[in-house]
T-cell receptor, first 114, second 117 residues
C-alpha cells in the first residue's frame, strides 16, 4: 500500500532563512506527488505538483520541490522564509489507478521566528 | 471562479446526535472527494464520487456515515449517530474529469470542524 512519511512534526526557522521540508513515499510505480499548505483557519491550498518530466518543480509563493526517484523523496524547499509561511504543510501521493484518492503524510508544522 | 465551499465551518454536537455536512464543488468538476483528519493523525480518504455515482467508498469508517451527491452537484455527508471518535476536520475536494490524464489536481475546501461531546 502507498504511504507517505513526513519525518518532522514541527520545524522552526528564522525569517529569511532557507527551508527544507522532507517527504518520503512508498509506492510501487512512479507516483504523482503534491505539496499542500494549510494556513491557520484556512483550507488546503495546492503549492505544487509533480506528474512527470522535469524533476524540479516550481510552485506558488516561491516554493520548489525536487523529485528523487532513487531516494523516494519529494522534499519541499524555499530559499528565504517569510513570516506568512507559518502553516502546516502536507505531502501527498496519488495512485495510478482510476479512483484518484490521495494518501497524505502526517503534516509538518512550520513556525517562523523573527 | 468560486472554490470548493463547505458548510458549516464548525459543528459541535452531542454523542448520539446527527450531523450533516455539505460540500459544493467547483462548478463543472465531476469528481468529488471526502477526506477526514482526526486530531493528530493524517488526512485520510473517505470516498469519491464521479458525478452522482460512488466510485470508491473504501475509506468510509462504518455504516454510521452516509454520503450522497444527488444530481451530481453538491454532496452531503451525514453522520448518524455521531460518536466521540468522529470528531475531526472533514475536508471536501473536487477535480475535473480525469480523461486520459490519469489524475487531476484536487482542490480542497476549508473543511468542517466537527466536535462530538
Amino acid at each position: 500500500a502507498q504511504s507517505v512519511t513526513q519525518p518532522d512534526i514541527h520545524i522552526t526557522v528564522s525569517e529569511g532563512a532557507s527551508l527544507e521540508l522532507r517527504c518520503n513515499y512508498s509506492y510501487g510505480a512512479t507516483p504523482y506527488l503534491f505539496w499542500y499548505v494549510q494556513s491557520p483557519g484556512q483550507g488546503l491550498q495546492l503549492l505544487l505538483k509533480y506528474f512527470s518530466g522535469d524533476t524540479l518543480v516550481q510552485g506558488i509563493k516561491g516554493f520548489e520541490a525536487e523529485f528523487k526517484r532513487s531516494q523516494s523523496s519529494f522534499n519541499l524547499r524555499k530559499p528565504s522564509v517569510h513570516w506568512s509561511d507559518a502553516a502546516e504543510y502536507f505531502c501527498a501521493v496519488g495512485p495510478m489507478e482510476y479512483g484518484n484518492k490521495l494518501v497524505f503524510g502526517a503534516g509538518t508544522i512550520l513556525r517562523v521566528k523573527s | 471562479e468560486a472554490g470548493v465551499t463547505q458548510f458549516p465551518s464548525h459543528s459541535v454536537i452531542e454523542k448520539g446526535q446527527t450531523v450533516t455536512l455539505r460540500c459544493d464543488p467547483i462548478s463543472g468538476h465531476d469528481n468529488l472527494y471526502w477526506y477526514r483528519r482526526v486530531m493528530g493523525k493524517e488526512i485520510k480518504f473517505l470516498l469519491h464520487f464521479v458525478k452522482e455515482s460512488k466510485q470508491d467508498e473504501s475509506g468510509m469508517p462504518n455504516n454510521r456515515f452516509l454520503a450522497e451527491r444527488t444530481g451530481g452537484t453538491y454532496s452531503t455527508l451525514k453522520v448518524q449517530p455521531a460518536e466521540l471518535e468522529d470528531s475531526g476536520v472533514y475536508f471536501c475536494a473536487s477535480s475535473h474529469d480525469q480523461g486520459l490524464a490519469g489524475i487531476e489536481t484536487q482542490y480542497f475546501g476549508p473543511g468542517t470542524r466537527l466536535l462530538v461531546l
